[in-house]
C-alpha cells in the first residue's frame, strides 16, 4: 500500500531526528533516547507526534519530553511491579518547551510542514541541545531526585507514578526508614481501592518492604569495625 502525505511526512520527520540526535550522543532504545551523565543516571527523551492537515498539505506536531532515568531505581521498580514496562522509565518528565524562555512561543509543540521540515526540525535540536545539559545538571543526581520526588508527590488518589519512584530512590541512598515512610505514604492514597493500579501499588509495597528487610539484615550481620 501507497503511503499517505501524513506518513510520508513524519517518517522523513522522524528520520531526520533521529540521526541529528545519535550524533549527539542520544542512543535510542524502544522509540525513547537516553544519554549518560553517569554509571547510573542518563538524560531520558521521547518525540510525541501526531499528523493532520490535508493530503496536500500535512502538517506534523512534535513535542520533545525529558526526564532523568536512573538504574538502579528502574531496576527494582521493573522487579517489584505486577505492570511490566520494557521501555525505559523515566522520572521527571516534563516538555523541552516549559524549560525554554517564554519568548521561544506560548506552544509547547513545534508545527512541521514539507516547506519548513529542515527550519523546525533544526529549531528542535537546537532546544533539546540547550535544555538537556542544565536539566542534568539541576536533576540529575540521586540526592536531588529524592528532593525533586518529594515535591511532586501529593496525598492525592493515587498511586502516582512518585509513590513508586521515592521509597526506591530513598532504599538505593540506603534511607531505608524514610523509604518505609513513602510507601505508607503511597499506600493511603488507596487503601481500600480495588483499581487494578492499587493493586499493583500492594504487590510493590511488599516487594519492596522485603527488599527493605533482607538490606537491614544483611547491614546487621555485618561484624562492627571495633568487633574485628
Not at 81 to 88: F, G, L, V
Not at 142 to 167: F, N
Amino acid at each position: 500500500m501507497k503511503a499517505s502525505p501524513y506518513q510520508l511526512l513524519r517518517a522523513s520527520t522522524q528520520s531526520l531526528l533521529d540521526s541529528e540526535l545519535r550524533a549527539q550522543d542520544w542512543v535510542k532504545r524502544s522509540g525513547i533516547f537516553t544519554r549518560k551523565i553517569d554509571d547510573q543516571t542518563q538524560l531520558w527523551l521521547s518525540l510525541g507526534m501526531t499528523s493532520y492537515g490535508y493530503p496536500s498539505a500535512p502538517v506534523v506536531n512534535v513535542w520533545p519530553n525529558i526526564g532523568i532515568r536512573h538504574l538502579s531505581i528502574e531496576s527494582i521498580e521493573k522487579s517489584t511491579r505486577a505492570i511490566e514496562n520494557k521501555w525505559p522509565l523515566a522520572l521527571l518528565v516534563i516538555g523541552v518547551k516549559h524549560l525554554l524562555e517564554p519568548r521561544h512561543g506560548d506552544w509547547w509543540y513545534w508545527l512541521v510542514t514539507e516547506e519548513n521540515q529542515q527550519e523546525q526540525c533544526s529549531d528542535l535540536l537546537w532546544a533539546i541541545a540547550t535544555v538537556a545539559p542544565r536539566f542534568a545538571a539541576e536533576h540529575g543526581t540521586l540526592e536531588q531526585l529524592i528532593v525533586d520526588l518529594r515535591g511532586r508527590l501529593t496525598a492525592s488518589r493515587g498511586p502516582l507514578s512518585e509513590h513508586y519512584s521515592l521509597p526506591i530512590a530513598l532504599f538505593v541512598a540506603g534511607r531505608n526508614d524514610e523509604a518505609v515512610e513513602a510507601l505508607e505514604l503511597g499506600a493511603k492514597s488507596c487503601r481500600g481501592e480495588t483499581y487494578a493500579a492499587a493493586v499493583d501499588f500492594r504487590l510493590f509495597r511488599r516487594g519492596l518492604r522485603k527488599l527493605i528487610r533482607n538490606a537491614e539484615k544483611t547491614k546487621a550481620a555485618r561484624p562492627r569495625a571495633s568487633e574485628k
